[in-house]
């Protein structure tokens, strides 16, 4: 990362879009704020685009209604995107990732500035700031404002919204990932006057009663442990969400129940849309999950924690998701 050159650039009054990718997470709406709050203190216009509509237990971030969300607002962001001088691209490898936004980004003259942990990330950004070892772009986003020494403008809720990437990205603190840096980046926080408890209760006490019946019926009825009982699987049809009036965010942390059955190594939620079924990967130790969604799922991620999107129906997608399980190397 040239922070000199930036610094430079930023010295000027400039027109800023702050991006991140679709489906939003804790960490690609929180580091998102997080920036916008120091760069709008540092006297910049900021907007922040989102392909998509974010997750209701995000709504409640400092700033979060400021966000403009591409779907609903196409006209307002293409013109955001003609008059930028600048456009971060914060928690994605890939334009790919961006869905449509990918080709106002494409469009604009603006230079880009990536700041990422997902591993292999493109060529095609002017400036990287791209660290796969790093727990999250939270983390990196509070690397980033030291290298530019925008510490002046640090306050409680830059904090929290740092605070809610690294605990949303981490599993509070608790996935491989977590390293040394997460932990002391933390504890600056906290000297901003972070209230950790009201984070977590923000982010994970405010299940609706339907989610909260929606995973209860996905673990009594649907939850499957399979190739020696090394894997687990939950599969969710379409017209089961429908039964629990689904809601985007409502299966959010679903997959790890199935992680947390002793002995199982590698769990996937299949939650199937219309025309298409989603999957969220996650595994313990070595097994490498980003393999197997970037090989056969149309999608990645991380070692431990992976996406993907394939288009066909909720069987096929059983079909698929078992035959990979049992194909993995389990060891003893
Ligand atoms: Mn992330």
Same mark, same amino acid.
């Given at each position: @990362?040239?922070? $000199?050159y930036?610094?430079q650039?930023l010295? +000027?009054?400039?027109?800023?879009?702050?991006?991140?990718?679709?489906?939003?997470?804790?960490d690609?709406?929180?580091?998102?704020l997080?920036? #916008?709050?120091?760069?709008v203190?540092?006297?910049?216009?900021?907007?922040?685009?989102?392909?998509?509509q974010?997750?209701?237990?995000? @709504?409640? @971030?400092? +700033?979060a209604?400021s966000?403009?969300?591409?779907?609903?607002? $196409? %006209?307002?962001?293409q013109?955001?995107?003609? $008059?930028?001088?600048?456009?971060?691209?914060?928690d994605?490898?890939?334009?790919e990732?961006?869905?449509?936004?990918?080709?106002?980004?494409? %469009?604009?003259?603006?230079? #880009?500035v990536? !700041?990422?942990?997902?591993?292999?990330?493109?060529?095609?950004?002017?400036f990287?700031?791209?660290?796969?070892?790093?727990?999250?772009t939270?983390?990196?986003?509070?690397?980033?404002?030291?290298?530019?020494?925008?510490?002046?403008?640090?306050?409680?809720?830059?904090?929290?919204?740092?605070?809610?990437?690294?605990?949303?990205?981490?599993?509070?603190f608790?996935?491989?990932?977590? #390293?040394?840096?997460?932990?002391?980046?933390?504890?600056?926080?906290?000297?901003?006057?972070? +209230?950790?408890a009201i984070?977590?209760? &923000? !982010?994970?006490? /405010?299940?609706s009663? *339907?989610?909260?019946?929606?995973?209860g019926f996905?673990?009594? =009825?649907?939850?499957?442990v399979i190739?020696n009982s090394?894997a687990? !699987?939950?599969?969710?049809?379409?017209? =089961?969400?429908?039964?629990?009036?689904?809601?985007?965010?409502?299966? =959010?942390?679903?997959? &790890?129940?199935?992680?947390?059955i =002793?002995?199982?190594?590698?769990?996937?939620?299949l939650?199937?849309?219309?025309?298409?079924?989603?999957?969220?990967?996650?595994? *313990?130790?070595?097994?490498?999950?980003n393999?197997?969604?970037?090989?056969?799922?149309?999608?990645?991620g991380? #070692?431990? %924690?992976?996406?993907? *999107?394939?288009?066909?129906?909720? /069987?096929?997608? !059983?079909?698929?998701?078992?035959?990979e399980? +049992?194909?993995?190397?389990?060891?003893?």
């Amino acid at each position: @990362m040239d922070y $000199q050159y930036l610094k430079q650039f930023l010295s +000027e009054e400039r027109q800023i879009v702050i991006t991140t990718h679709k489906s939003p997470d804790g960490d690609a709406v929180g580091s998102s704020l997080a920036l #916008r709050s120091v760069l709008v203190a540092e006297g910049h216009n900021v907007s922040v685009v989102v392909p998509d509509q974010f997750p209701n237990y995000l @709504m409640w @971030m400092p +700033e979060a209604n400021s966000i403009l969300i591409y779907e609903n607002h $196409q %006209a307002e962001v293409q013109e955001l995107f003609n $008059q930028c001088d600048l456009i971060f691209c914060l928690d994605y490898n890939t334009l790919e990732r961006v869905g449509a936004l990918k080709s106002e980004i494409e %469009a604009s003259d603006a230079k #880009r500035v990536l !700041i990422d942990h997902h591993l292999f990330p493109d060529k095609n950004f002017d400036f990287s700031l791209s660290d796969t070892s790093a727990s999250s772009t939270a983390e990196l986003i509070y690397e980033f404002i030291s290298g530019m020494s925008f510490t002046d403008h640090l306050d409680k809720d830059f904090a929290v919204c740092i605070y809610t990437g690294l605990v949303t990205d981490t599993g509070s603190f608790r996935f491989s990932s977590t #390293r040394s840096n997460t932990h002391l980046v933390a504890s600056e926080l906290l000297k901003l006057g972070l +209230e950790p408890a009201i984070v977590h209760q &923000n !982010i994970y006490d /405010n299940n609706s009663l *339907k989610a909260l019946r929606l995973k209860g019926f996905a673990l009594n =009825e649907k939850l499957e442990v399979i190739a020696n009982s090394k894997a687990a !699987i939950i599969p969710l049809a379409l017209k =089961e969400k429908n039964r629990f009036k689904y809601q985007k965010g409502d299966t =959010e942390g679903l997959v &790890n129940y199935g992680l947390s059955i =002793e002995g199982v190594e590698v769990a996937v939620l299949l939650s199937e849309e219309m025309g298409f079924v989603k999957f969220s990967f996650r595994s *313990k130790g070595l097994i490498d999950v980003n393999e197997i969604a970037r090989r056969s799922f149309n999608g990645g991620g991380h #070692r431990n %924690a992976a996406g993907g *999107k394939l288009d066909c129906d909720i /069987n096929a997608a !059983i079909r698929l998701v078992k035959t990979e399980l +049992e194909k993995i190397d389990y060891g003893s």
